[in-house]
């Protein structure tokens, strides 16, 4: 897994317009009911989530970054390309900006089947651009063999597999992607996160992918940005920001973590996939898997509880010695969040606050994570 | 007795004159159809108003405001003697341009119906496609459109050879230049040909049907407008 590093108030200063590795957002926009006031540096690789509920802002920004809405004030610039720059009155046409676009709906268009949709883009993108092209991208996606079929004939979730390679044979600079899974069921989305990841790990440009599912957030991420109200609540890299117990994220009742580990084994005996990472190791009920693979975890934090002795006798499997890092509050009075770290690997315990007092949990104080649930991303 | 050459003139002129006015209306009416469509401005009622009045105006009103327009006191008339192109009245390409207003609604609203059921989003995906605002027009909204536009070319190549008063008080009665079918029926009628007159009102008639029945069976979608 790629884990940027870019330091989270690093970036804003004069200097980063201008920077050849980095996606610089300063964007303002009034609506009649609300507004959009954005200030981001975003790195120039990898995935960034743009996180939040309906209302959030989050497609608008994104549509800023396409040039699909004019903000008032911006100043959009992408690996050194400036897209709009108010104060020069620069202001760069959609068609113009060398973006790949995926919608909410798959979007094709109805009067050309398959081949024609993908290659709509790709003839003007790239005029070098042929048929052997977009089979390739065609079969990344797995819908070679639609190419001659038309739109209407395809599930949602073919539909939208297109809809990502139409935009991927663009050769896009910037991917923007606006909730892409959001108007399918859940099995079609099983269907479609594989490639998503697979553009993850193979993509050279970067992406920015709005949600409002945490789960597709841990899944895809690398850099997460919330957004609330128009305005930026926290942006750093995924797992640092999951783990920090002053956003609304981790005090949320489906508030988790991520963890890098690697698969070491697989245990055949009880059907145990066994991971590393470097807390420990960990148990996860799960088919084999190949030796060395990078895989995330996900661990919500109300399936972490604490205990001061790892020898007391339990069905959980899946133990840690950890440092305590914080204490915070959640939106339950009864319960609190208790930060963590084994090894480098942030957790965090949502527990109650009679349990916290009881246990006299202190900040640095050495405690052991029992961790009850732990979902495999791959 | 049978149509005789200047029931065939009268025919042929029909048919040249509601070609011309089609190719214009398309031409003229697709931009104001798109603007109908999009904009958000205040005038959008106020123009799509008067791109309607002929539905509701009787035709003499029209042609009568139009000759005084065209006529040698009216701005357009002082324009045309200006440019050397002499009076539009009792023209053919007066009554051309008398008759491009009066059928304008009948292209304006189905190229703008359809225009409005394909919605901004195909636009937006093609421009994120790298397609520039014409190259989409060309290759997403005249394709998605095309019933529409069809639609609109039926009908108003349909409404100008079924016009009577807007010819009658611009063009007159000119053989050759002026007079089409429906004044030319008008003319047997008056010197009491009955059977010259069936014959063109009939094949009116049929023509009309035919026309309706290639609309509402060749193109289903269209059937609202």
Redesign the interface.
């Known amino acids: 897994m790629m884990v940027q590093t870019l330091d989270q108030d690093a970036g804003l200063d004069a200097g980063s317009g201008q920077s050849e590795d980095s996606i610089v957002l300063r964007v303002q926009h009034a609506f009649a009911s609300f507004s959009l006031d954005v200030e981001l540096a975003l790195p120039g690789r990898g995935v960034t989530v743009l996180f939040g509920h309906s209302g959030s802002g989050k497609t608008t920004l994104l549509r800023c970054v ?3 809405e004019r903000a008032t004030q911006a100043h959009i610039a992408i690996n050194g390309t400036v897209w709009q720059d108010s104060a020069q009155n620069r202001f760069v ?4 900006r060398e ?3 995926v ?1 909410q ?1 798959a ?1 094709l ?3 050309l089947n398959v081949q024609r949709n993908l290659a ?2 790709m003839r ?2 790239n005029p070098h651009g042929n048929a052997d092209d977009i089979l390739a991208v065609a079969t990344k996606l797995g819908i070679e063999h639609l190419l001659k079929r038309s739109p209407d004939g395809l599930s949602g979730g073919e539909r939208q597999r297109v809809a990502i390679a ?2 991927l044979l ?1 050769r896009p600079r910037l991917l923007l992607m606006d909730e892409p899974l959001s108007a399918l069921d859940a099995a079609r989305k099983q269907e479609i996160l594989p490639y998503l990841e697979r553009l993850h790990d193979e993509l050279e440009i970067p992406m920015l992918y709005v949600t409002h599912q945490i789960e597709e957030a841990a899944r895809l991420a690398d850099h997460l940005v919330l957004l609330g109200q128009g305005r930026v609540q926290a942006s750093g890299p995924l797992v640092a920001t999951l783990a920090r117990l002053d956003l609304p994220l981790a005090r949320d009742h489906e508030g988790s973590v991520v963890i890098a580990a690697n698969v070491i084994g697989y245990d055949p005996e009880w059907n145990l996939t066994r991971l590393q990472f470097s807390g420990g190791e960990i148990f996860v009920a799960e088919r084999p898997l190949p030796i060395g693979k990078p895989v995330r975890l996900r661990i919500l934090a109300r399936d972490v509880s604490i205990a001061l002795s790892g020898n007391n006798p339990s069905s959980i499997q899946n133990r840690f010695i950890c440092r305590v890092t914080g204490i915070a509050p959640t939106d339950d009075p009864a319960q609190c969040l208790v930060g963590l770290v084994a090894g480098d690997a942030a957790l965090t315990a949502r527990i109650t606050r009679l349990s916290a007092s009881q246990l006299g949990l202190a900040i640095g104080q050495e405690v052991w994570a029992q961790v009850k649930a732990v979902a495999l991303l791959e | 007795m049978m149509p005789d050459s200047q029931d065939w003139s009268a025919i042929w002129l029909t048919l040249k004159l509601a070609s011309t006015v089609t190719v214009l209306l398309l031409i003229v009416g697709t931009p104001i159809a798109w603007w109908l469509a999009h904009t958000r401005s205040r005038l959008r009622g106020v123009i799509s108003a008067l791109v309607s009045m002929p539905l509701v105006l009787p035709p003499t009103v029209l042609g009568f405001y139009l000759l005084l327009l065209m006529g040698p006191h009216g701005p357009v008339g002082y324009l045309t003697e200006l440019a050397g192109l002499g009076r539009l009245p009792f023209t053919f390409a007066g009554l051309v341009l008398a008759s491009t207003f009066y059928s304008l609604p009948f292209v304006v609203q189905p190229v703008q119906n359809a225009i409005e059921a394909i919605g901004r989003r195909p636009l937006e995906v093609a421009a994120t496609l790298r397609a520039s605002p014409w190259d989409s027009f060309c290759t997403v909204v005249l394709p998605l459109a095309r019933p529409g536009f069809l639609t609109a070319a039926i009908l108003g190549f349909a409404h100008t050879v079924g016009e009577f008063g807007v010819v009658l008080m611009i063009g007159g009665n000119i053989p050759g230049q002026t007079r089409v079918v429906s004044v030319q029926i008008f003319d047997h009628v008056e010197a009491l040909e009955y059977v010259q007159a069936h014959w063109l009102a009939g094949g009116m008639v049929v023509f009309a049907f035919l026309v309706l029945l290639a609309l509402y069976t060749l193109n289903p979608q269209a059937r609202r407008a």
Not at chain 1, 93 to 96: A, N, Y
Request: overall charge positive; hydrophobic content about 40%.
């Open positions: 396409a040039g699909l046409p959609t068609w113009q973006i790949g676009y919608f709906e979007s268009f109805p009067h709509f883009g003007r993108a139409r935009a663009t």
